[in-house]
T-cell receptor
Framework: AQKVTQAQTEISVVEKEDVTLDCVYE???????LFWYKQPPSGELVFLIR??????QNEISGRYSWNFQKSTSSFNFTITASQVVDSAVYFC?????????????FGPGTRLSVLP | DTAVSQTPKYLVTQMGNDKSIKCEQN?????MYWYKQDSKKFLKIMFS???????INETVPNRFSPKSPDKAHLNLHINSLELGDSAVYFC?????????????FGPGTRLTVL
């Protein structure tokens, strides 16, 4: 069975600090996909990134970066120089390839508060 | 143009009533989903429909029934509403393939059962 754990329930940082959100996953499949979504206070769910299990290269997109390590089953998300607009709940999600994306499992989310 | 839309945005109703939430996607995706997000923000998949066929049915009460008139619509019908059904319900869609595309979510419907 697939499972996603986000151990940090809530994080508070001051603007311009760097912050890392942890994500640990469990799956028996060798092929799977990992996702991060953002849910700002307005409530919508916004897709941030997809990563497949064969691609362990880290990815950077502006102030966002992702560190995927299969050895520790982790897919961590770092925000550099955080801003107030980054305040949101962030979800990590897993989809096994055998389901062809038909069954996403979301982690419990991490609520990030960036204080001015 | 809204990619995934849901109506209504807010729904307040009494226990025991029957209600429906509508969802439409204009992305041409072949799979649609319903999620429930509780007060602690846990997101749990309830159903998914692929080409008008139910392919996932998580352990949700049979008072909940998805209805898909065509692949652009997936409505959620709830019978005999209970207090515990209060939550935000999200519709989503994706194009099922390998690798799976991300899911696009609707704005959510906040259901309050009194």
């Amino acid at each position: 069975a697939q499972k996603v754990t986000q151990a940090q329930t809530e994080i508070s940082v001051v603007e311009k600090e760097d912050v890392t959100l942890d994500c640990v996953y469990e799956t028996r499949d060798t092929t799977y996909y990992l996702f991060w979504y953002k849910q700002p206070p307005s409530g919508e769910l916004v897709f941030l990134i997809r990563r497949n299990s064969f691609d362990e290269q880290n990815e950077i997109s502006g102030r966002y970066s992702w560190n995927f390590q299969k050895s520790t089953s982790s897919f961590n998300f770092t925000i550099t120089a955080s801003q107030v607009v980054d305040s949101a709940v962030y979800f990590c999600a897993l989809s096994e390839a055998k389901n062809y994306g038909q069954n996403f499992v979301f982690g419990p989310g991490t609520r990030l508060s960036v204080l001015p | 143009d809204t990619a995934v839309s849901q109506t209504p945005k807010y729904l307040v109703t009494q226990m025991g009533n029957d209600k429906s939430i509508k969802c439409e996607q204009n992305l041409g995706h072949d799979t649609m989903y319903w999620y429930k997000q509780d007060s602690k923000k846990f997101l749990k998949i309830m159903f998914s429909y692929n080409n008008k066929e139910l392919i996932i049915n998580e352990t949700v009460p049979n008072r909940f029934s998805p209805k898909s008139p065509d692949k652009a619509h997936l409505n959620l019908h709830i019978n005999s509403l209970e207090l515990g059904d209060s939550a935000v319900y999200f519709c989503a869609s994706s194009q099922v393939r390998d690798p799976p595309n991300e899911q696009f979510f609707g704005p959510g419907t906040r259901l309050t059962v009194l």
